[in-house]
């Protein structure tokens, strides 16, 4: 009777110790797989939008081939970036630009669109070009950020201590966020160039920069 009652702990451990391994595997592979998952489930959306109104548009001739929307909808781009780049594009650009400036709303918007375009995508990447960690939104907590400019004008003249103007982007949409200005002596300056901090805020903490303390003689300072 004592030996029965002994071989019941026995295996309900063995089953509770396969079903932790089946656990922890699932969990792993899960972990794995998702991010693989879900990228190729974006860019399909994405290649499957652009390539269907692309194709709307041009009508039913190319409508038997996929991709090609997708392909004239590139080109298209790069035939606007070609034009830009050139003068008489530039003045027709400067041109258009100051007749949206006019107009109530859309200048708001336009202007907003355009400093995070080119803060992301343009030349001026030094707007982004340090990663700092920021006590937010209270004391213990700390956010990810990027320092976009030294505190200056009635910002600066209004505040005690010499501030920095901070972007603390949200999670995973990095184009959207807000500014806060931080005492410049209260940041955590980071090591880490601008794309990893993109790549850490977009996958929520899951992917981690690499970094070597040792191989690093000290934080770089704005």
Not at 108 to 133: C, D, H, M, N, P
Request: proline fraction near 5%.
């Amino acid at each position: 009777m004592n030996t029965e009652q002994s071989k019941k702990p026995k295996k309900l451990q063995s089953a509770r110790s396969v079903f932790t391994y089946l656990r922890r595997y699932l969990i792993t592979g899960i972990a794995v797989t998702s991010p693989l998952a879900i990228t190729i489930w974006v860019l399909w959306g994405l290649f499957s939008f652009v390539d269907s109104k692309a194709r709307s548009v041009l009508g039913k001739t190319i409508a038997g081939v996929p991709g090609v929307g997708v392909l004239i909808f590139f080109l298209l781009i790069l035939l606007v970036g070609i034009f830009a780049t050139n003068l008489i594009g530039k003045r027709m650009l400067s041109l258009a630009e100051r007749v949206v400036s006019r107009i109530p709303l859309a200048n708001k918007i336009y202007a907003a669109v355009q400093e995070i375009s080119t803060a992301f995508l343009g030349s001026k990447r030094s707007i982004f070009s340090t990663v700092v960690l920021v006590e937010y939104p209270r004391k213990g907590l700390y956010s990810l950020g990027f320092v976009t400019s030294e505190g200056k004008g009635e910002v600066q003249d209004k505040t005690a201590e010499h501030v920095v103007g901070v972007f603390v982007p949200t999670t995973p949409n990095p184009t959207s966020g807000l500014l806060v200005f931080v005492p410049k002596d209260e940041l955590i300056y980071l090591n880490m160039t601008t794309e990893d901090g993109l790549k850490l805020v977009i996958s929520g903490g899951v992917f981690t920069p690499a970094y070597n303390s040792k191989a690093i003689e000290s934080p770089k300072t704005a």
